[in-house]
């Protein structure tokens, strides 16, 4: 059955992020078939077999899933459902996964926890500009202003030289169609390859697969064209590089869409201060202070012993942000305010008091001292 199939070239490429095992492999065809009709039987099911095509010395494994699954009908006030035929392809060639999909339920998820994405940058490298003509590019401007435009697209039989370098610095690309000799290929933000063809046989598809990924694997260098323009970057990429002093989101789709549906916006502001517990071993800390000191046989010195805090554990703390997160869900009237954590008002001792109350306890007994040290330090 697997040799009927008929595929167009239209794939996302990945590496995993550690082995390829069995149950990884059974998890994302398990959930990409959650929209499978109830009742229904597979078309074809094939679960990671081994494959050979002589003619190319090729060697790679191959999971299929075609399935009957139904969606809802929104047209007609009536029960009625539309009958469609879903599947989803994963070819493993090396160390990738080559994913083909159409209709089957969201695996994003599972994808994303064990593998990495191939993206839009790393496929503009398998090909240099004098190669291909770069025939349409669609643009999001790097802006927050009302009055600017957000996104833009250019067409042309060959847009090289024609843009801008100035406003290509400011523009990051989410969409690109080029023409590479006969073929026409699109390359969209998602990692997603499309390159027109007649519809391929399975192993015509897996031979496709090996071309690209020997084409991933020796980038060009001559990308004088698409370097021009600014680049997606991860936000962990950049914490991982510097300390910015403050990161701007642009936030105004989701504005918009929150006016537009007339959505109720819930919010507040919690702070909790002198909170002990949670392994806080940070310099100049009452009780860590205590701890280092007495293990060390040494006198605890206190900075200011007649300052007055409100020590509160961090599970007092922390049980009432759920309480407070339960009646923001319940109460209309919350909303925006903001709340300070802490004890009442009697129990707001000085450091000294604190501290005496502290090492008296310790001394009680060896088995209370455990357990209030462990509950003070939450370790």
């Known amino acids: 059955m697997p ?3 008929e595929l167009t070239k239209n794939a996302q490429f990945y590496v995993p992020k550690t082995s390829i095992e069995d149950s990884v492999i059974n998890d994302i065809l398990g959930a990409a078939v959650d929209n499978m009709d109830a009742g229904a039987q597979f078309v074809v099911d094939l679960f990671r077999s081994d494959k050979r095509v002589e003619e190319s010395e090729l060697d790679y494994k191959c999971s299929v899933r075609v399935f009957p699954s139904v969606r809802p009908v929104y ?12 599947f989803i392809i994963l070819i493993e060639y090396q160390n990738y996964l080559a994913i083909f999909k159409k209709s089957c339920a969201n695996i994003s998820e599972l994808i994303k926890e064990h593998f990495a994405l191939i993206d839009s940058r790393d496929l503009t490298r398998t ?5 291909v003509e770069f025939q349409k590019i669609a643009l999001r401007n790097m802006t927050i202003s009302d009055r600017a435009m957000r996104a833009r697209s250019y067409e042309a039989a060959d847009l090289k030289g024609l843009l801008s370098t100035h406003s290509a610095g400011r523009s990051i690309p989410f969409y690109l169609k080029l023409r590479q000799g006969a073929i026409t ?3 969209s933000g998602t990692g997603r390859l499309v390159e027109s063809s007649q519809r391929k046989s399975l192993d015509e598809i ?5 071309e690209q990924v020997e084409l991933i694997e020796s980038p060009s260098n001559d990308n004088n064209f698409l370097d ?5 970057v991860e936000l962990s990429d950049v914490l991982s590089a510097c300390e910015p002093n403050a990161i701007l989101v642009e936030s105004t789709p989701l504005q918009e869409r929150i006016d537009r549906d007339g959505m109720t916006l819930k919010y507040k502001t919690a702070r909790a201060g002198n909170v002990i517990g949670g392994g806080d071993w940070s310099e100049d800390r009452l009780v860590p202070d205590c701890i280092k000191s007495w293990s060390r046989k040494k006198k605890v010195i206190l900075r200011n012993p007649k300052s007055t805090r409100p020590w509160q554990h961090v599970l007092d703390v922390l049980n009432g942000y759920i309480k407070l997160a339960i009646n923001l869900s319940k109460n209309n009237k919350i909303n925006g305010e903001a ?4 004890p009442k008002i009697e129990k707001n001792f000085p450091s000294s008091t604190t501290k005496s109350t502290f090492l008296t306890a310790v001394k009680s007994s060896k088995c209370f001292e455990r357990f209030f040290i462990a509950k003070m330090l939450f370790i």
Do not use: S
């Open 185 to 187: 290929k699109t390359i």
């Open 228 to 232: 021009a323009f600014a680049k997606k």
């Open 75 to 86: 047209f007609i006030n009536e029960a009625l459902e539309d009958r469609v035929y879903a």
């Open 3 to 5: 040799e009927r199939l």
């Open 206 to 210: 897996a031979v496709w697969v090996k």
């Open 127 to 131: 090909f240099g500009d004098n190669d």
């Open 339 to 342: 709340f300070n954590f802490g």
